[in-house]
């Protein structure tokens, strides 16, 4: 089974950054996709971002310009950063991470709170 562990949440001023990582326990080169999702309390979990592990990324309109996403292959580790957040931000934020025959590993999450 593999572990993927989030850290980074915090509670921040709107405008702020926050810098979400996602560190697996094996090589993460081995994950053909990797990607952040967020889920706010009575919504749907969503799609933040994404990235291979070729590098493409895609992200959510409502974070473009706003939020990175990419892989660390040597500290097996995935991050998220975030500037200019706002409070429709707020959630919990979720790693996921795909095998190329789509196995599918989720973390347990970790909150992030934009509020003044």
């Known amino acids: 089974q593999v572990q993927l562990v989030e850290s980074g949440g915090a509670l921040v001023q709107p405008g702020g950054s926050l810098r979400l990582s996602c560190a697996a326990d094996?090589?993460?080169?081995?994950?053909?996709?990797m990607g952040w999702y967020r889920q706010a309390p009575g919504k749907q979990r969503e799609l933040v971002a994404g990235?291979?592990?070729?590098?493409?990324?895609n992200y959510a309109d409502s974070v473009k310009g706003r939020f990175r996403i990419y892989r660390d292959n040597v500290e097996n580790t995935m991050y998220l950063q975030m500037i200019s957040l706002k409070p429709e931000d707020t959630a919990v934020y979720y790693c996921?991470?795909?095998?190329?025959?789509?196995?599918?590993?989720w973390g347990q999450g970790t909150q992030v709170t934009v509020s003044s």
């Open positions: 996921n991470a795909q095998t190329i025959i789509k196995d599918d590993y």
């Open positions: 990235v291979t592990n070729g590098g493409k990324t």
């Open positions: 094996r090589n993460i080169f081995s994950f053909y996709s």
